[in-house]
């Protein structure tokens, strides 16, 4: 019998250890977005600087996972500018479509000035959220563990 009060108390903890887990879900997801956008921009102005390829053939150069790709995609193929992951607020959401609604339109000056202007909102915004990423991801896998022991107490 007390083996039995052993595996349901590692599988308790272990669900609540999972439960947070996937709680930090959508920071970690944030953090993705924007440092893939960061990647990008910084991309988009070295070629704005330098090269100068058509859009579409730089939009296929580089390989973007998750939603940034995903977004991407959307924007290179329908010229969709609309973001709607939840993890971004509505303000986040605008300025995304902005950015997007900006690319390839006007001529080159114009644009580099655009995303230069650009860069430094998108560059905090991924520290900000690689900080948060971190300090949540580990507060609600400690919380998911706590809530694991606590139900473990109150059925053992």
Known sequence: MLWLKILVAVAVVAA?????YFAANKYRARKKFYTQFSAFNERYLNELNYARKPLDIFLKQYAY????AKALKGFSERRDTKICYSYLTGEERAECADYFAMLGNGD????????????????EKRAASEREA???????????IMAGLAVVILIV
């Open 108 to 123: 080159s000056l114009s644009q580099k000035n655009f995303f230069a202007a650009k860069q430094a909102g998108i560059e």
């Open 65 to 68: 996972t998750g939603d940034f």
């Open 16 to 20: 609540g250890t999972l439960g947070g």
């Open 134 to 144: 971190k300090e949540r991801g580990a507060l609600y896998l400690k919380l998911g």
